[in-house]
């Protein structure tokens, strides 16, 4: 691929990922907790909730993330090596989550007892399938919203939250923490995102592949408890 043309694959994906995460942000603006939340009429409980269905999922990030690592071939050496990295520095997140969870009253034994929502379920019946196809570059486009999400909103949250509710800082630590660990992976994401590694067949996967998470994404927290 020339300079050229590798640059205008790049600015093409990084602007269609874009209109991927407004129409992620619209959505995310008419989930119920999260309205309640803008609102300040946001309860303990919700919050209890919140964490309660996200740990569900948090727990396979690391897991998936590993499986499509070991799907990319030596040619895709820098993606396999990248995917490792980021599998090794989450692999331990869940456990955040639960500290904060229990924090705030929770029960850690009902927590792990728990099970996924209904949107958690496709989330990650989704990413371990994608993880499972040879050389799974899409999956830069589920890291993109995965990501940004933590690095641009989750640090909002959890200041609403502790704003609402009065917490303290060592009970939205699973929120506060990824805004500094994915603001780092997406710096990562977007050195890769703008290489010459990304052929606009890549860049087609990569767009459809956050259009499902984004959707997936946003499901998991309106199926809160179902």
């Avoid at 995460?21 to 603006?29: P, S």
């Avoid at 300040?40 to 309660?52: A, I, K, P, S």
């Avoid at 995917?83 to 927590?111: F, P, T």
């Avoid at 805004?179 to 459809?208: K, P």
């Amino acid at each position: 691929m020339t300079t050229d043309t590798a640059t205008d694959t790049a600015t093409s994906l990084g602007e269609r990922l874009a209109d991927v995460w407004i129409e992620l942000e619209d959505r995310l603006a008419e989930v119920p907790i999260l309205r309640r939340l803008d609102e300040g009429t946001v309860t303990l409980h919700d919050y209890q909730r919140l964490l309660f269905n996200l740990r569900q999922q948090v727990v396979d990030g690391s897991p998936w993330i590993s499986r499509a690592a070991s799907n990319f071939d030596i040619e895709h050496f820098e993606l396999r090596t990248a995917a490792i990295k980021h599998a090794q520095e989450e692999h331990r997140d869940y456990l955040m989550l639960e500290r904060d969870y229990v924090a705030v009253g929770g029960s850690l034994d009902e927590l792990r007892a728990g099970r996924k929502n209904l949107g958690s379920e496709a989330l990650s019946g989704y990413m371990f399938t994608y993880a499972d196809r040879p050389n799974p570059v899409g999956l830069l486009g589920a890291m993109y919203i995965i990501e940004g999400l933590g690095a641009q909103r989750a640090a909002g949250w959890a200041a609403r939250f502790q704003e609402v509710l009065g917490l303290a800082d060592s009970q939205v630590h699973f929120m506060r923490y990824h805004e500094v660990a994915d603001g780092n992976h997406t710096g990562d994401l977007e050195a890769i995102l703008t290489s010459d590694m990304i052929s606009d067949d890549d860049a087609d996967e990569i767009v459809r592949c956050a259009q499902v998470v984004a959707r997936l994404y946003a499901l998991q927290l309106e199926e809160l408890d179902r």
